[in-house]
């Protein structure tokens, strides 16, 4: 699996962060390190704990690493709740089908990084 | 400009953001030219700028971090004046236009949205940290510019004004003074009122104005100028032209009737012999009438003129002077001037005979030196921070010598920095922010002894800023007495504002339970254990004096025929007599009641009683009675029963003495309560 392909395969725009970080090296040093961040544990525990404050904070830094890295949808959906957050959504019926599919985007992000980091050793 | 700061070093650049993958991505793109700091909120950045804030050439900021955010911390940069002295750039997805606009508005540099691409941020990077740099430079540069220009004007005016002197027959010395009186003057009264409005830029035009006062003395011819007598009347009018005649000068000058300089000497050549009273010349002013620049200029040239030697008159002392003035004989001033004259007094009395005579009259120009200087500091930068390197060596070094807890506490941000011994000491990091809510605020400290500690800090005062309390830590796990030595720091400037202290915590614990083990062996009697008799006098005596309504009763006792069980079974024996009888007592009696050996075969207690006193002393009195193996034991007890009792120890003493006597004399072997 090329890096490439690993954009294609987790919707991100393989173009657009090839154009800012300018080698594959590069781009998969950063994808790799997404498997190490913490900020989805962050979210998913500070939602159950009723945190919001910290919550929109997590949303908010899961974005901004997937934007830096173009991996478009979990970025859109990212987005859309922490934008919930910090619009002070606190309902649940709301909150919790965003925060679903943030962690099925997620989940299907790390899983495409974990395959390209195995393939290519 | 170069971007490596010194052979070895890279410049360096400060990453705060709560990503740890945005941090690298960031260093990452900069890390070949630059030295990477990095933070993962305000709080941490804070931390590192109280240090080397010197040091970082340029700080990117995130906005949305836990602990203390991107504009949390552009205010605290603002409020420590950082903002100053090193770059930010912003770096955000946030692109609504409220948020661009407020960081600009507090400072921030440039404004780099995500996602970044390399090449942006490191050619954004690099002119920040240059324009920056020019920035520094170029006002420096207008500084020096400025300082030059502004020093040939005073010159001009110097020149000039000195040769009005000359021909008066003075030194140049009387200019120079009226400018130094001026400007004092000035200050002290913008201290007093703003009702005048003037600015702090017209201060040096009024100083600088002030030279011209006497500039009309020109058309005033030498004899009557320079005669030593005083003057006919005649003369005297021809003298008092001098002020017209030097607005007149003025308003000659061809083209130059609007400028600052020109006008406001106009005021003071025309208006400095007016009174506030409207008796003066030329135009007999009243009050505020006279532009302030001439009222001020007027006192320093009486003050002056009295504390100089001049042709007709000797130089009075300041005291006198200042007599003069406020007396009114030296002509009518504004009472607020003259209120400043007052306050200047202590200066004026002390330094006005020092007032330097050479071509750099301090004060005026002191605020251009002070750009001055901080221009050479720019020019030796890399040498104050080598300085400042090894200051931070040298502390170090001594600090992990010293075996001692060093710290530093700043108020703002709150933040405590440990020395790296005194961090493995407590077992705590060497960087702890936000004291009050980790491990050093509420367990190393209790809670309220950390509160009190802080409160004490600021509340020191700069002529006593050293304080010294102990405090009971607890240095993991153990509790122990430390002491804190603490001195208070406020920053330069007016008025100083508290920043912080420093300190350092010994432990002092073997040495307080030495001194408070040896207080209790100098209590006791030390065949029983009981306290001494001093010991007791002092404790009975302390409760009498707090509690004034309390219901006591002293009890003495003593051993009847105690010198026969000395004689008939030896000195040991007695002494065995003794430890038993103490032991019988403490068994029948309160630990909070006082017991004490006051000599001999003589006991005291100090015990509390509610209504019925009868049954607490047949207790003790059957205890001591009985046998001690061959030993017949028994007792004489005198008492002593008080509900409030407002004389002193010794008075009670002696009436349970002369109950126990009573008792004695009786027969012994029995009880007595005191009777009047």
Redesign the interface.
Known sequence: MTVKECYEEMEGDFE??A????TNE?IK??LV??L??K?FDLLCKSVEEENWE?A??AA??L???C????ITKLYKSASLLSDSLREGKRDNQEIIPMLKQVEKDYEHVTNCIKMLEKENG | MSLRENNNGKKKILIVD?????R??LS?MLSDEFDILEAENGMEAAAILHVREHEIALMLL?I???VMDGFEMLAVMKENGWIKSTPVIMIS?ETVPAYVDRAYDLGVLDYIS?????RTVRRRVVSTIMLAAKQKELSYMVADQIYEKEKDNRMMIEILSNLVEFRNGESGLHVLHIRILTELLLKSLMEKTDKYKISKKEIPLICNASALHDIGKIAVPMEILNKPGRLTKEEFEIMKTHSAEGARILGCIPMREKEPLIQTGYQICRWHHERYDGKGYPDGLKGEEIPIAAQVVALADVYDALTSKRVYKEAYSHEKAMQMILDGESGIFNPLLLECLKDLSPILKEEWDSVPTGDNPRKEIMSIVEHMMEKEELGASERTLQLLEHERMKYQFLADLSSEVLFEYRAMPEMLLLSEWGAEYLNMPVTILNPREEAFGNQVFSRKDFSHLLDGLKAATMENPVIEENYLLNINGSLRWSKVITRSIWSEGEPPKYEGAIGKIVDIHDHIVKVNELELMAAQDSLTGLLNHAAAKEKISSILSKDKEGKYMLIMVDLDHFKEANDRFGHLFGDEVLRYAADKIRACTRSTDIISRVGGDEFLVFMEYQEEVKAQVERIFYQLSGRYKEFVLSVSMGIVCIKGWDKDYKSLFQLADKAMYNAKSKGRGRYCFYEK
């Open positions: 657009d962060v154009s800012r970080l300018r590069r040093k950063f390190k997404v190490n961040d900020s910290e929109f904070r908010h830094t974005k901004g690493v934007q830096n890295l173009s | 709560d990503s740890e993958i945005n690298s991505l990452d995130d949305v971090m836990p997805a995500r996602p970044f691409d390399e």
